[in-house]
């Protein structure tokens, strides 16, 4: 054996004993702790300079190879590093210096160009986490997500990889334990987002991920899940052939979970994330849904941002608001008991529920919702005061208070006193009276 050879064996010999080790008991047998892994990080911790400094003296030998062997120990470094450097890991060694070293090589070395790496490292993935195998193998499992970013965020997945991907994102989410089911949804993320998009569509990908992922909503336990989620089923619509504003569709099932699940979520976060989306959902049609969505996400407060933001919501050309006008007035009002909690809640929610009403609400002629938009007005300014009295006269609670009481009086202003509007007009005349209290002059 050559002195280059044996460095060579010594290299993978390291690499080997730097993997995470393999759980003895399937990943929902045992949940995984952190202190579990305090053996395997100071190891690492010992093993990782080592291998450093063979990379190191031998990088022709690795990094510009042109032989079987070094594209193997090169394909399984590639995987050892992304497997380090996953984040969020139960697993993961806090030395910083050790980390920058695995970013330098994997920004130096991905995205792997060479055909004979990347099939090197689709099959040891293929050996580490498939069928069943990533039940004891949770470190592959966070690496492979790792490395998929690292080689593919710039570039489509490759048919052969897709299908991979969404075997493994199907198959780990069958799991109890959280960060599997995460990891599960961040595959199909990325599949969406990084694939060949009629490829998916043809091969009706969209359609297994959205059914998938639709049964989760009712059980996210953290608003990033949810978000994830949301994410996830909000981008299979665009490959939807089928979807309309006019035909009850998936569009219609999404708006009729987030409705639901902003009442029914486990906290207020997940509350806040849902109702995000029945904005987003209600917006979706709408020719100019980039320009709405940039409009909800400035700042409010901003009298002009607010003005530009009204103006553009009015715009929402999407049918869909009107069938879900009523539930929507009706989810506003379930939910104002949040408007009660403490302030950077209540503030959130109201600034939710405002967006939401311009984007939803705003564009639809009164006459058509009257008698649900009579008692939603109603109650709800009730409902404001309420808020405003809780937070003891809070100057940002009172701020956009006004914004939104504004907003109401602005709607309601062409309304003549007739039969048919004397209601409307009733509520204009009150709220006018009341955005003359000094309480909201002084927030003008």
């Known amino acids: 054996m050559t002195h280059s050879n044996g460095h060579l064996q010594q290299i993978n010999e390291l690499i080997n004993a730097c993997f995470v080790s393999q759980l003895k008991e399937d990943v929902d047998e045992v949940t995984p702790e952190r202190e579990n892994f305090d053996g395997y990080r100071k190891a690492l911790e010992m093993q990782l300079p080592l291998l450093f400094d063979l990379l190191q003296q031998n990088k ?38 050790l980390q920058r070293n695995v970013k330098r ?5 991905m ?64 799991s109890h334990e959280p960060f599997c089911k995460r990891i599960g949804i961040l595959l199909f993320n990325l599949i969406l987002n990084s694939s060949d998009f009629l490829s998916v569509q043809q091969q009706n990908i969209h359609s297994v991920i959205y059914d998938s992922a639709f049964k989760d909503v009712d059980f996210v336990d953290s608003e990033e899940a949810a978000t994830d989620i949301w994410e996830c089923l909000y981008k299979c619509l665009d490959y939807f052939k089928e979807l309309d504003s006019f035909n009850w569709s998936r569009l219609d099932d999404l708006m009729e979970k987030a409705l639901k699940t902003v009442t029914m979520a486990p906290n207020d976060l997940i509350s806040l994330c849902n109702m995000q989306y029945i904005r987003k959902c209600a917006s979706y049609f709408a020719i100019n849904k980039q320009e709405i969505e940039v409009h909800c996400n400035a700042n409010l407060n901003n009298p002009m941002e607010l003005k530009r933001c009204r ?134």
């Open 60 to 97: 022709n030998s690795i990094f510009e190879c042109k032989d079987q062997e070094g594209n193997e120990i090169l394909a399984n470094l590639l995987v050892l590093l992304c497997e380090i450097s996953a984040p969020n890991t139960v697993y993961r060694t806090a030395n910083e210096s």
């Open 105 to 109: 090589i994997l920004k130096e070395q």
């Open 111 to 174: 995205p792997v160009d060479k055909i004979a790496i990347k099939f090197l490292v689709l099959s040891l993935y293929q050996e580490k986490i498939g069928k069943t195998a990533w039940k004891k193998q949770i470190g592959a499992l966070h690496g492979f997500l790792q490395f998929l970013h690292e080689q593919f965020s710039k570039k489509a997945l490759p048919k052969q990889w897709i299908n991979f991907c969404l075997s493994v994102s199907l198959t780990v989410r069958d």
């Open 311 to 444: 103006i553009t919501c009015a715009t929402n050309n999407s049918y869909i608001i009107y069938r879900w006008a009523k539930n929507i007035l009706n989810m506003f009002i379930d939910n104002s008991y949040k408007l009660m909690h403490d302030k950077a809640i209540s503030m959130q929610f109201l600034t939710e529920m405002f967006k939401c009403y311009l984007v939803c609400i705003t564009p639809i002629p009164l006459q058509i919702i009257r008698p649900h938009m009579i008692s939603f007005l109603d109650k709800f300014t009730a409902v404001l005061m309420e808020t405003i009295v809780t937070h003891k006269c809070d100057q940002e609670i009172v701020q956009l208070t006004t914004s939104i009481l504004h907003t109401f009086k602005k709607q309601l202003e062409h309304t003549s006193n007739s039969p048919e509007t004397a209601d409307y007009h009733k509520i204009y005349t009150a709220l006018s009276q009341l955005l003359e209290q000094t309480l909201f002059l002084q927030n003008k």
